[in-house]
């Protein structure tokens, strides 16, 4: 198991920017694949971005083109910036380690409203 914090979330209106942040109780991110996922309001939990171990990321439809996943092994963290932000990206965003797949954090809420 590991341990997953997650932070950055908050309150902005539909075209604006956050960056979320999670800290990983694992030896590196870098070895890893890390991945963001989201819960948006009577929906499942749904995958948003992967970064793999040899940095090669994957976006769902709707995170393409506006988030951006990212990591820092120094600092043990995985990012994903939100640019653009709508509506219905309102929800509470986690991060995830796959190869832990039952491990998660409390989430980070992101509300986009006008």
């Known amino acids: 198991q590991v341990q997953l914090v997650e932070s950055g979330g908050g309150l902005v209106q539909p075209g604006g920017s956050l960056r979320l942040s999670c800290e990983v109780s694992?030896?590196?991110?870098?070895?890893?694949?890390m991945s963001w996922y989201r819960r948006t309001p009577g929906k499942h939990r749904e995958l948003v971005a992967v970064?793999?171990?040899?940095?090669?990321?994957h976006y769902s439809d709707s995170a393409k083109g506006r988030f951006t996943i990212s990591r820092e092994s120094a600092k043990n963290t995985v990012y994903l910036q939100l640019n653009s932000l709508k509506l219905e990206d309102t929800g509470v965003y986690y991060c995830?380690?796959?190869?832990?797949?039952?491990?998660w954090g409390q989430g980070t809420q992101v509300t986009v409203s006008s």
């Open positions: 995830n380690v796959p190869v832990f797949p039952d491990s």
């Open positions: 694992v030896k590196s991110v870098s070895q890893y694949p």
């Open positions: 970064i793999f171990a040899d940095g090669f990321t």
